[in-house]
Structures are given as C-alpha cells and as structure tokens.
C-alpha cells in the first residue's frame, strides 16, 4: 500500500494551488472533502487523490431546523480572522448568552414527496429546534434520489472516490434513532416477524437491526451503481467511533458493510473525544472485526470541542491508532491544522 496520509476538508478554488502545494510539502497522499473538478486538477498535478464526500445520517435529512447561539466570540478584537486573535481565542473560555431558532428549511424534493417522510413514534410533522427532517430508506425513490446526489458529486468533482460520512442525526434520550414508525416500515417489520413495532421498545435489538438493514441496502445499491458507472472509484464510509454496542443504535451495522463487500475502506472517526484508552480500545476493536479484509482508516480531529489540539497528543493519538490496527491515519480538517500550525505534525503522523 506504501505511505498514507489523508486530510479531510474543503477548499476553494482560488487557495487550491497555494493548499495543494502545503499538501504535498508534508506528505497527503489524499483530500477528503467538498471538491470541484479543478480542486482535483490541481490535486493530481501533485499526485494527491481527491475522494468528495457527503454528511449522511442513518435517515437521510432533507431539511432542518436550525438552532445557532448568540457567542462571545464575535464580539472579540482584533477579528477572527487576524493573525494575532489566535492567541486571544487559544484563552478564551466561549460564553454563550441565548439560542436563535431559524425557520424550518425543507429541501425542493422533500416538500414535493411528504408521502416519504420518516416518523418517530408519535408521527408528529413540526420539526422541533435542532431536529431535521429525514426521509425514509425504505422508499425505493428515496434510495434512487440518495444514490443520485452521490453519483452527481462524484462525477461534476472527477474524483477518485466517493465517501459516506455518517454523521450525528436526531437521537432519543438513549443515543438511540427515533425513525422508522412509518406504515411502510411498521408493516415490513409485522409481516417479517410478526410483532408490532409500537409495542416494542425503540431501542429492541431486533427492531433497531430490522431499521438498520435499510442503511445496508440503501450502501449496496449505491456501491452497485458506483461500480457500474466509474468502476475505478474508491467507495469508502466514515463513521464516528464509539464501543461496539453503540453503532446499531444509530443504525450502522457496518461489520456487515465489511462481511458483504460493500464498501472497500472504514474509515473510523474520533470526532470529539482525545482520551487515548478510548481509541486504542476501540480500534482495536474494530481491527478485530475488519481482520485485514480492508483497510481500516483511523481519522483524527484536531477541530471539534473535545479533539486532539495538542501538537504531542494528536502525534500520539496516531501512534496509537497504528499499533492497535489503523493501515492509515489522516487529520480532520485542514482549518484546523491551518489556523493551529499542525503542518509539521501532519508530517510527522504522515512518516510513522
């Protein structure tokens, strides 16, 4: 496989030249991130792959309601932006004051297809503050729809791959997904197994693994038809990381990904969580299960509250990463190691 080392971000195309240089100066062999095809000219001029990617959720949003906070921080001098503010903010403890709630904002083809919204148990229609809108996997024309958005990407970006990113969607008070009480689904479940979807707990085994068989089909056929329309295309998840009892309740069952070929690396992210017992252990964890069938991407932030931001801890969280099972370790996200001046350690974790 020879010497890996992948950056996750996005970038413009007037920094694209500038970045990509930096990029090749320390060793990244990949971008992951939001691209345009001369991001990726640009790129493979340096011999760097560009794999675009799409934030997903085990049911896929379409819409939202938005909560942001009024901060402290944009009241600080000299601007963000200044060199000199990164001492003040590397200080300062953010206070923040109240929420704004913005409007409900609905995507064109969910507001065209109400008929295919996902439900929680109590099927209520209003979106709460911070809730999104899902709709459901088990509509064939939502899987077709999903598939195209991704194909789409894939092809205006010319990249060399595509990736899933399973990010954090609406959760009940037990981290576990609140969808899936829609007729269709409820009745699928009835005549397979013969019980009530209702009269069950929402996080039962059996019914959190009947939910997250959908995720799976929805991967297969989106691998399907990745591999017919650009058959050399890397197709690759990320997930955040967590302990092994904790995926399906988010409806990831991503050991069956590996067992049935879907996907052809795991990519496994430690998203707001530096404490290095906790990823030895469960990378570990999931090198066990993967055992080498393919390569199992460990992806480091260096930009959520809770990350690696320290220069020696995130070198050691890739040391770790290595000696429990990572084949390759990259660092989430290139504003971060900007504004942090993480280069050189890019280019140590890069050289392990």
Known sequence: MGRQLFLWGSVKDDEAVAYVEKCASVGVTRLIGATSAYVVEVAHAKGIAVHPYIGYTAFPTYGNRRVSYEWSLPFMRPLVTDPEARAIMDQHRPIWSHPRV???????????HPKYRSHTRDKHDDLAPGERLCLSLAFPEVRSHQADLFLTTLAESRGDGIQVEFVIGNEDEHGVV?????????EEFRAQHGQDAFALPNDDPQWLQFRADYVTRFLRELRSKVN????????TTTIIAAEPDEYLKVLQDWPAWVEQELIDEFHLWFRTNNDLAALARQTAQAAAIIKGRIPLVVELSCYHPGSFQEPGLLLEAARCARANGAAIVGVYRNHAVEQLNFWPVLEAIGKL
């Open 102 to 112: 913005a409007e409900p904002e609905i995507s064109d083809f969910a507001r065209e």
């Open 178 to 186: 609140p969808y899936g009480y829609e007729d269709r689904v409820v």
């Open 228 to 235: 017919t329309t650009f058959p050399s295309a890397r197709f």
